[in-house]
């Protein structure tokens, strides 16, 4: 079952859309998204994760964050066991922005939201916007992990 229209979908991955045109993972990426719903199998999910890792999207941290928000969110809505997997793409670039604590990262990705939708009401998809508002704060100690993880990174 869809929720989305199929233009709202567009709207709302169209930067993931334009970079497919030059790399491959990110069509790919863009493809699996399309179909993706709580049907999805492992397999696919596996697949879709491998494709996002691949990536490797270059920018300052905001425009990282951002790129990934709209993607992992609507992903984690569908599929939070994939947290271990994806939350890092939410976490790292607003640790390197100086966020260390985990109600502050909440925080900042809630007020992110409001921000883009505010510029772009398609930025999220609606589910999307249920895990950030009902869903995020519930993973303080996953979210705690991934900031020790950078912190670790950043001391070695």
């Not at 179909?35 to 596996?46: A, G, K, M, R, V």
Request: aromatic share 14%; with cysteine; hydrophobic share 35%.
């Amino acid at each position: 079952m869809k929720t989305k229209t199929n233009s709202d979908f567009d709207e709302t991955f169209s930067a993931l859309k334009r970079m497919g045109n030059t790399i491959q993972s990110a069509k790919n990426t863009f493809e699996l998204l399309r179909e993706f719903n709580s049907e999805t199998t492992d397999l696919q999910c596996d697949l879709l994760i491998s494709e996002i890792h691949k990536i490797q999207y270059h920018s300052n941290t905001n425009s990282y964050f951002y790129f990934y928000f709209p993607i992992i969110s609507h992903i984690l809505y569908y599929k939070p066991e994939y947290v271990k997997e994806l939350l890092k793409y939410l976490i790292g670039p607003n640790f390197a922005n100086g966020t260390s604590q985990v109600n502050e990262m909440i925080l900042i990705i809630k007020e992110a939201m409001k921000f883009k939708l505010n510029e772009n009401e398609f930025y999220l998809t609606r589910e999307s916007q249920f895990w950030v508002e009902d869903e995020l704060y519930k993973l303080e100690k996953e979210i705690q992990r991934e900031i020790d993880i950078c912190q670790k990174e950043l001391d070695e």
